[in-house]
């Protein structure tokens, strides 16, 4: 259960993971050790699973950003599970793939990637094809991105007096 100050800590770090836990104290009202103690609680929880900094992929020499929705096929034996396992593996392997989610719907799965060049997202959506049993692909490019969070609201269990 998130109290009010987790939800608090949780958002101060999601702005700045580098926030000093003495300047999370100060804007929460607790002390340093306290929320020390409560980062360490929310991390052992799996609810803080990692810290990074977050870049700008068009700085990088990533300027197109596509979704690709893709059908994933059983394999010769008729096993649809294999084919998943092994589009999972091909995906981990892929990095320009950043995000890959499993959906409801005609689809099975949806990837978030980011390339260079048209050619390299051509080239990405090959070796995915070619590594797993993908039947069927759809790609949209993005034209202009107007919001991209990090950030996951956080609410929080309030007491009923």
């Known amino acids: 259960?998130?109290?009010?100050?987790?939800?608090?800590?949780l958002m101060l770090l999601q702005g700045?993971?580098?926030?000093a836990n003495a300047a999370i104290a100060e804007q929460v009202g607790l002390t340093t050790s306290t929320v020390f103690d409560r980062i360490k609680r929310l991390e052992k929880r799996g609810v803080i699973r990692r810290y990074v900094a977050v870049?700008?992929?068009?700085a990088l020499g990533k300027?197109?950003?596509?979704?690709?929705?893709?059908?994933v096929g059983a394999d010769d034996q008729g096993d649809y599970l294999t084919s998943k396992r092994r589009f999972a593996e091909v995906c981990q392997a892929e990095p320009d793939v950043?995000?890959?989610?499993?959906v409801a719907g005609?689809?099975?799965?949806?990837l978030k990637v980011r390339v260079a060049h048209t050619g390299e997202l051509e080239a990405l959506i090959e070796?995915?094809?070619?590594?797993?049993?993908?039947?069927?692909?759809?790609?949209?490019i993005v034209l202009s991105t107007f919001k991209e969070e990090t950030t996951v609201s956080v609410s929080f269990a309030q007491d009923s007096d």
């Open 16 to 19: 700045n993971g580098r926030l």
């Open 55 to 58: 870049v700008d992929p068009v």
């Open 98 to 102: 950043l995000e890959c989610h499993t």
């Open 127 to 140: 070796r995915l094809r070619s590594q797993a049993l993908v039947t069927r692909t759809t790609t949209n």
């Open 1 to 9: 259960m998130i109290d009010e100050t987790d939800a608090q800590i």
């Open 63 to 71: 300027p197109i950003t596509a979704f690709v929705r893709l059908v």
């Open 106 to 110: 005609e689809d099975c799965y949806i």
